[in-house]
């Protein structure tokens, strides 16, 4: 995870990223993302060898709401940080406070779930 400026673009900020979780897990075969990633950052990710960026589009014949593959993970995800009052709004300072407080908000969820009580 990485919390970025808001002066760099999402596709800007995907390549050091994907690098990094590359790099850090070998056994990683696909990652989803949305269509704000398509494009050349598609085509760079997929030069990875045994590993494929694949993008998860609207069909295009929907009209209104439609609930796309994989994309509700990560709504409820963020739905799950706005139980947290520090990451309700934008408090944060740094980047860097940012992210502590979103790995401190999924380490209280994953222990209640844990141990509910």
Not at 16 to 44: C, F, M, N, S
Not at 80 to 96: I, P
Request: with cysteine; hydrophobic share 45%; aromatic share 12%.
């Amino acid at each position: 995870m990485t919390v970025l400026p808001a002066n760099i673009s999402d596709s800007a900020g995907a390549k050091p990223l994907i690098q990094q979780v590359v790099d850090a897990h070998e056994r990683l075969e696909k990652l989803w993302a949305d269509q704000t990633y398509r494009g050349e950052l598609v085509d760079w990710a997929n030069e990875f060898e045994h590993f494929e960026l694949e993008i998860v589009k609207r069909p295009e014949a929907a009209t209104g709401f439609v609930l796309l593959a994989k994309r509700w993970i990560v709504e409820r995800t963020f739905g799950w940080f706005g139980r947290y009052r520090r990451l309700s709004k934008d408090y944060e300072a740094t980047c860097e406070s940012s992210e502590d407080m979103i790995y401190a908000a999924m380490i209280n969820r994953m222990l209640h779930l844990l141990h509910p009580g």
